[in-house]
């Protein structure tokens, strides 16, 4: 039955390998239709180079896959309920930046930048950045200023100015015809309201606080004074982009009407300002005050919210940033996270695969292999032994250098206590394990810095797919985990916030109560394997200094 008050909200997900889009009905949270959709030119590889920490992906990735999903979501449903689409909402990756010109049109989309992989998004993981970012922290540190108290104390490789900071130095013709630079989160709401003017592009506090160092304390971004002082190279640039920053909850605009023809939707459709992946992820996950919503995919975000009032001035050093309104309006929303979480077990999957591949097995073949080796791995894991996890190997998860606690790009992974006797699965289940620490390190700093962690949700792909994975955090934490009910949380919370903007819901919470699926199962946490854990970890950390004090000479 069709309703006579639009109540039908699409919401968009942006994540690091495809495109996701759900059809929700507001009033009661179900699903209509949802559709999935890979980026074509990421899948091929193109534009990437590990090995130089090179990750940059085509705006025309974006482009076709979201016109793909939508069209794809609105053909499996009634052609009358299209009519009855309030809202289009989306949260991306980030930070993930690309230049622009004064249009706002990436260059990338410009014939004569269309295949240089420096006019592209560069996505979250991409490290090429670390000399730029070192030298951020050194002048922040030198001058003894206030920027970073925002962001844990210290900004990452991965995020917005370092990357912009980058790509100007190279004084390539890209760098030289870049105008501004703009969040991934930023520009698809801008795309699809026909923006033409970057100064009048609308960002989301989300990634301007997270990720580019805005903050009401100083009435925006730091003064150009400041990005004089780290290189001249940034002057002006912060003038580019305006002080104003919308919280999720409000529209960006409505659709273009060539968007709305090219979508097959109408011009009334209002788009709302976009986030983060992991901040709508926890929304559609159902957050709570104090909780630890665990975004669990490649990487890992935790997110935790908390009333402003109960904050107040408090600082928590180490993490990647507390922002007012950034997750929930209305409450400081605090996000550490792991460069590498699924990367890790990926890595080990595919260095696997290498000799079949090596040894001239056919491509089907190891493709076959290649999809069931991971639920493989975690069904043998499953059945270690108390007295054989006492033996295994011990590991470090930074694979992709460490985000948090206290960020630092250029700390690799190890793996020691290796023997005749290890075999595969004692690996896997070592890196598992610590994965499982990284997270056990999030929490500890949560608790150090007097925020308590009154629970642990589990949101993201990794939580419904591996119950060996999901068992060991909760045995590593020593808390049970409740997972989400949402296969898709980052498009339903994009959907809440869809919901929201078109006044269905008066705030996110209400939403989240009416929309939310709930949770599925809880993971207690076996007493006897947290004791053994909590002995293994002090060997983590003895490892994890080890290495430290090796990167650091």
């Not at 493709?367 to 791995?377: A, Y």
Request: hydrophobic fraction near 40%.
């Amino acid at each position: 039955m069709i309703n006579s008050i639009k109540t039908y909200c699409l919401g968009i997900d942006f994540g690091t390998d495809s495109v996701r889009c759900l059809l929700i009905n507001a009033l009661d949270g179900f699903e209509v239709a949802a559709s999935v959709y890979d980026y074509p030119r990421w899948k091929e590889g193109l534009y990437c180079n590990a090995g130089d920490a090179r990750f940059r992906q085509h705006p025309m990735d974006y482009i076709q896959s979201l016109e793909a999903v939508v069209k794809d979501v609105l053909d499996k449903v009634d052609p009358a309920i299209r009519s009855q689409i309030c809202s289009l909402s989306m949260d991306t990756t980030g930070s993930s930046p690309a230049p622009v010109d004064r249009n706002g049109t990436p260059l990338a989309l410009l014939p004569a930048f269309k295949d240089d992989p420096d006019a592209m998004f560069y996505l979250w993981k991409d490290h090429t950045a670390i000399r730029e970012a070192i030298e951020i922290n050194s002048f922040v540190d030198s001058e003894q200023l206030p920027y970073l108290d925002y962001v844990g104390g210290y900004y990452s490789p991965e995020w917005f100015w370092s990357k912009l900071l980058h790509l100007l130095r190279k004084e390539s013709k890209v760098a030289k015809a870049c105008y501004s630079w703009v969040e991934h989160a930023d520009w698809m709401p801008f795309l699809l309201t026909g923006g033409r003017d970057v100064h009048q592009l609308k960002r989301g506090i989300c990634a301007a606080g997270h990720k580019a160092l805005w903050s009401a304390k100083w009435n925006g971004f730091p003064p150009d004074s400041f990005w004089k002082g780290i290189d001249p190279l940034l002057s002006g640039f912060a003038d580019r982009i305006s002080k104003d920053v919308y919280t999720s909850d409000q529209p960006a605009g409505t659709l273009s009407e060539q968007w709305a023809t090219r979508l097959g939707l109408s011009t009334d459709v209002k788009v709302g300002i976009g986030a983060l992946d992991a901040h709508m992820g926890a929304v559609g996950g159902q957050i709570e005050p104090y909780y630890l919503s665990k975004v669990m995919g490649t990487s890992t975000c935790d997110m935790l919210v908390a009333p402003s009032v109960e904050i107040g001035d408090k600082l928590v050093h180490g993490i990647c940033g507390q922002v007012p309104d950034s997750i929930i309006p209305g409450m400081i929303g605090m996000e550490a996270g792991q460069s590498a979480f699924g990367d890790v077990y990926a890595w080990f999957r595919d260095f696997l695969l290498e000799p079949l591949r090596l040894a001239g097995l056919d491509t089907r073949s190891v493709e076959d292999i290649k999809n069931t080796l991971l639920p493989r791995l975690n069904e043998q894991a499953i059945g270690i032994s108390t007295e054989e996890w006492n033996g295994l190997p011990i590991s470090l998860d930074w694979f992709n250098g460490r985000r948090s606690p206290d960020v630092n790009p250029l700390l690799k992974a190890a793996t020691m206590g290796m023997h005749l006797g290890t075999s595969t699965v004692h690996i896997f289940a070592s890196l598992v394990e610590a994965t499982c620490f990284g997270s056990k390190a999030i929490v500890e700093r949560f608790l150090k810095m007097n925020i308590p962690v009154k629970g642990v949700i589990g949101v993201g792909g990794i939580s419904h797919k591996s119950d060996f994975v999901m068992q060991t955090l909760a045995n590593v934490l020593g808390r049970p985990i409740k997972i989400s009910g949402s296969h898709q949380s980052g498009a339903l919370g994009a959907a809440m916030f869809g919901a929201t903007l078109s006044g269905i819901y008066p705030d996110v919470s209400s939403a989240m109560m009416k929309m939310g699926k709930g949770f599925v199962r809880v993971y207690e946490p076996d007493p006897a394997m947290t004791t053994l854990h909590n002995q293994r970890y002090i060997q983590y950390q003895s490892l994890g200094n080890y290495i430290q004090s090796g990167s650091a000479q």
